[in-house]
């Protein structure tokens, strides 16, 4: 990408009220087109559009919030950076998705390099590959408000319980609502390996949460 | 289809992706079996309560500190080669000050070593020491002192008996002769 001079450094927000609706009413590639044609507040539109969702995914995948602002900051300087070089034929939102989950499991690869927390991971990875799947109808009902008060926290447990691998494709598909081929395109896998991991990740899960659900 | 097949599956049958006698067997199984009944509900049910947590949002500076961030995207690669340049700079100049050190270490008006006279060393023969034996007069000590200077003129180790005659393993024997000696000379 070419170098700016600083008069020509985009500016976000405080724009006419007119054009950021019209932004807010294209489509993505649209959007894309229009920044790599020269409209800044462009980039901005696109940037709202994927702040929380990417900090969402994110934040489930490596579960430390601070640091999923960082990574989702580093996304988007990507995205500037190698906009121009982004296929436009392809979908947008499944590129960002990718550079995202990229920088997510190299995070969590960087903080296994202790090597007590590899030996676990590895661990915790063959035990959920290799595990037959398994499913015990517990007759255990805890009080109900206990119940209720604890869910939500016991839910978001389970979630990061998963392993990392597992975690990933679950957050995609439930809570992205990505269609498998975006999850394979994203996660770099084939259509099989994304089926066998969201299975296994929806058994643990179920495992988890079974005695708080009814 | 058993239990173990529907679960191994079960994405399948959540997600609709299984033929349609796959999925007609599936539900057969359902309708019959309330352990996978109740595992499809609690699938459900917790991603419900999954997707019903709030949205985690950005921090009211998310959007400054990206700006500020890619208004310094160019700042790297410049700073880079200002320090490349600055690197250079420091290199020449420790190689500079190695080769003037070097040249200073070898040059031959530098090392001309100073020259120094000093005095010659005299060795002498040392004066011999009775060690271990007391005479019995000075008179005896004096001719004690002239038999071993007689010995070492001629050799101290030519003669045999100096060898016993100092040895702690002899000593009896040493005492005897010593004695003997002074006897003689007595």
Sequence with gaps: ?214 | MTCSEFQNHFSDYHDSLGDPAFMAAASAHLDGCPECRRYRGVVEQGVEVLRSLPYPSVGDDFLLRLKHRIYHLEDGPALRRREMAGSATTTTTAFAIAALIAVAAWSPVLTLAPEVVLDPIVVTRPEPRVIGIRPASPRALLVQLAREEAMVHRGLWDDPLLLTRYSPLTAGRTRSASAMRQADLE
């Design chain 1, 1 to 214: 990408m070419a170098a700016r001079t600083k008069q020509q450094q985009p500016r976000f927000g405080g724009e006419a009220l007119e054009h950021r609706r019209q932004l807010e009413e294209l489509t993505d590639s649209e959007v894309v087109q229009a920044f790599l044609g020269g409209d800044q507040r462009a980039f901005g539109e696109l940037v709202q559009r994927y702040d929380n969702r990417l900090l969402n995914f994110v934040y489930r995948t490596v579960g430390d919030r601070e640091r999923a602002q960082d990574l989702v900051q580093e996304t988007f300087v990507r995205v500037y950076r190698h906009l121009a070089r982004f296929d436009q034929s392809k979908k947008f939102s499944t590129w960002i998705y990718t550079i995202s989950s990229n920088l997510a499991k190299n995070e969590l690869r960087n903080r296994s390099r202790n090597p007590l927390v590899l030996f676990q991971t590895i661990r915790k990875n063959w035990e959920a590959n290799h595990r037959q799947l398994e499913w015990e109808d517990t007759q255990y009902k805890p009080d109900d408000l206990f119940r209720k008060r604890h869910l939500r926290e016991k839910i978001e447990q389970a979630v990061a319980q998963l392993p990392e691998h597992h975690r990933i494709v679950f957050v995609l598909r439930e809570l992205e609502g990505k269609t498998y081929e975006e999850i394979a395109e994203i996660t770099g896998c084939n259509l099989g390996t994304v089926k066998s991991r969201l299975n296994r990740a929806r058994n643990n899960f179920a495992e988890i949460v079974a005695p708080m659900v009814d």
